[in-house]
């Protein structure tokens, strides 16, 4: 059954891969080589906050396959017993290529650590089941930050509080790696569409539209990050450069994330924007090109939705 159930599941992604215009064997070979080379990338910088971001990636990848909706879904089709297994077998799979290239690094701890991680997380899922409506700073419209938030502010409580330890211990690059939390979570805001109908509502047009929804994006970041950058400059004002570009490209990776949604609008993000992502984040002057290339694409996607 779980055999039959993950050949499915390969099935699946080879063929959303082929509808994205990819060869499944280029696609996995791709990944392999934009994987490689961002992690040699990250682990040649030698700065210490950049592996919590390493073992971070793989867990927030989990988290998406820990929807209570999919989870509910397993749970029918399985039994307990099971569907405990298929969950961990999926989050060790995720965190096959980290963990391999931890242990070619000779970071056995970090390698083994990861692991469990994985494992426990298997346990928790991406939405809180509070019978309470969480408060958030943020107006309904647009909704993206509203519902985002409520469903990851622990990831800020977390954030904030790795700051507040940062400067009880000195460590200024775990208070960056607080920022670069604060900053890379709202992006995942903008990973799923909604539906067509709350896009068609505005009486603007494209271009207008998309100014709306990246300015009022902007300063919700700026709402969410403002504390972390507050506390970080004061007591290491003379890192600010560095907490100033931190801050420009968390900006510009969120205007990405957005145009990008708009650009595929109403389908999903394929894996070719994946890789452009991934590869803005390796080479940040890429965003030069691709945040006005998805605008464009943008404008166009939505011009028979909008004025």
């Avoid at 879904?73 to 405990?84: A, S, V």
């Avoid at 979570?185 to 569409?193: A, G, L, T």
């Amino acid at each position: 059954m779980i055999r039959y159930y993950f050949h499915l599941q390969y099935q699946l992604i080879n063929r959303r891969l082929k509808a994205s215009g990819f060869h499944p064997f280029i696609a996995y070979l791709l990944l392999f080589v934009v994987f490689t080379v961002f992690s040699i990338i990250l682990f040649s910088l030698k700065t210490t906050f950049l592996q919590y971001i390493y073992l971070l990636l793989p867990l927030y990848i989990s988290f998406s396959y820990a929807e209570p909706g999919r989870n509910d879904f397993l749970k029918i089709c399985f039994r307990d017993k099971t569907y405990k297994l298929i969950r961990i077998i999926e989050n060790l799979i995720v965190a096959m290529p980290f963990v391999v290239f931890l242990l070619c690094k000779q970071l056995f701890l970090m390698a083994i650590l990861l692991t469990v991680f994985m494992i426990i997380s298997v346990a928790i899922t991406t939405r809180t089941r509070f019978s309470f409506v969480i408060p958030t700073p943020f107006a309904k419209n647009p909704f993206e930050f509203t519902i985002g938030f409520r469903n990851t502010f622990y990831l800020f409580a977390f954030a904030y509080g790795l700051v507040i330890i940062a400067l009880v211990v000195d460590n200024f690059n775990l208070g960056v790696f607080a920022l670069i939390l604060t900053l890379s979570v709202p992006c995942s805001f903008y990973v799923k569409p909604e539906n067509p109908y709350y896009v068609w509502q505005y009486n603007l047009s494209p271009t207008r539209f998309l100014f709306y929804k990246m300015k009022t994006a902007l300063i919700y970041l700026s709402v969410l990050s403002f504390p972390v950058i507050l506390v970080l400059s004061f007591f290491y004002i003379e890192n600010a450069v560095i907490l100033l570009l931190c801050f420009l490209l968390g900006y510009a990776l969120l205007m990405l994330f957005l145009l990008i949604k708009y650009a595929v609008f109403p389908d999903e993000a394929s894996i070719l924007e994946g890789v452009v992502i991934v590869s803005c984040f390796i080479f940040p002057p890429l965003l030069l090109v691709m945040i006005p290339y998805y605008f464009n694409r943008s404008v166009k996607q939505l011009q028979t939705l909008l004025l």
